[in-house]
């Protein structure tokens, strides 16, 4: 009996192996891109529920310690010190005309970062962090009206409101360069 290579048996073997191995190595042509998913940080303000894009959320902090400033908007809660960093706390029931219940000891700070500026939000609660497709994000609600529609990246179908982060920081309005005459 003659031995013979498995070349030799079945010339075509090597061919289709590496065909397959050719076509195994390809990217899928349908692979869902990184890119269509948002993670977004939930949390409650007013009864009403939004969200942040993790990428710009830097910690959630307890309220505590908060030192309030004089001579600013009324949206501006006052300043904290986490860990050494003096940061001023943006109430967005005022910034955005919403009904107020009082502080407690249950409100977060959400640290976010961006465009140069860190700041706190403050939230009534954080519920989590989760993952949505950035293609379910509608347009505004209609009772979504004024402000809150300035800053909006859009509401999923279980409305969620998604908040533009990026446009809130360039806003000129929670910049405040205000001098006080000492007479």
Do not use: W
């Amino acid at each position: 009996m003659k031995h013979e290579s498995p070349n030799a048996i079945m010339p075509d073997a090597a061919q289709i192996l590496r065909a397959r191995a050719k076509a195994l190595a390809r990217p899928p042509e349908h692979a869902p891109a990184a890119a269509t998913l948002l993670e977004v940080l939930e949390f409650r303000v007013a009864q009403e529920r939004y969200a942040l894009e993790t990428r710009y959320v830097r910690e959630v902090y307890p309220l505590k310690d908060l030192t309030p400033l004089p001579c600013t908007p009324p949206f501006v809660l006052g300043i904290v010190n986490v860990r050494g960093r003096i940061l001023p706390v943006l109430d967005l029931k005022k910034f955005f005309d919403l009904t107020e219940q009082g502080l407690t000891d249950l409100h977060r700070i959400i640290l976010i970062e961006g465009n140069g500026l860190e700041l706190g939000l403050l939230a009534d609660a954080t519920v989590g962090v989760r993952s949505i497709p950035a293609d379910s994000l509608q347009p505004s609600l209609p009772t979504l009206t004024g402000i809150r529609g300035d800053y909006l990246k859009g509401v999923t179908a279980e409305r969620l409101v998604v908040l533009d982060v990026a446009r809130i920081l360039a806003d000129p309005k929670i910049i405040v360069h205000e001098e006080v005459d000492n007479l």
